[in-house]
Nanobody
Framework: VRLVESGGGLVQAGDSLRLSCTAS????????MGWFRQGAGNEREFVAA????????SYADSVKGRFTISRDNAKNTMYLQMNNLKPEDTAVYYC????????????????????WGQGTQVTVSS
């Protein structure tokens, strides 16, 4: 399984960005997907997750109302629309997917994911 993130960059506070994660190596539409982030000196933390069909979504409290996770199974791609970005959103953003298929709510812990992308840097200046 290969995951490739894109869409990061340097923006100002209040701006928007859309991250993409393209997957290959297995049927994309059968597996949950998640976004995590890791700021300098911090542990990797959960941001958002989406189940295999896109009907079940979970968000970290810090991004609720600002970030939206979505997926296009026909394009093997997951997205993270980030609006009203804040300096504290600065981090490397990673997409991830679990080893096993599931039909319930997507996992929200690091341990629930087995495959990871290389990450894309998001920097928000004040």
């Amino acid at each position: 399984v290969r995951l490739v993130e894109s869409g990061g960059g340097l923006v100002q506070a209040g701006d928007s960005l859309r991250l993409s994660c393209t997957a290959s190596g297995r049927p994309f539409g059968s597996y949950a997907m998640g976004w995590f982030r890791q700021g300098a000196g911090n542990e990797r933390e959960f941001v958002a997750a989406i189940n295999y069909r896109g009907g079940g979504r979970s968000y970290a409290d810090s991004v609720k109302g600002r970030f939206t996770i979505s997926r296009d199974n026909a394009k093997n791609t997951m997205y993270l629309q980030m609006n009203n970005l804040k300096p504290e959103d600065t981090a490397v953003y990673y997409c991830a997917t679990p080893l096993g298929a599931g039909t319930g709510l997507p996992p929200i812990s690091l341990g629930g994911y087995d495959y990871w992308g290389q990450g894309t840097q998001v920097t928000v200046s004040s």
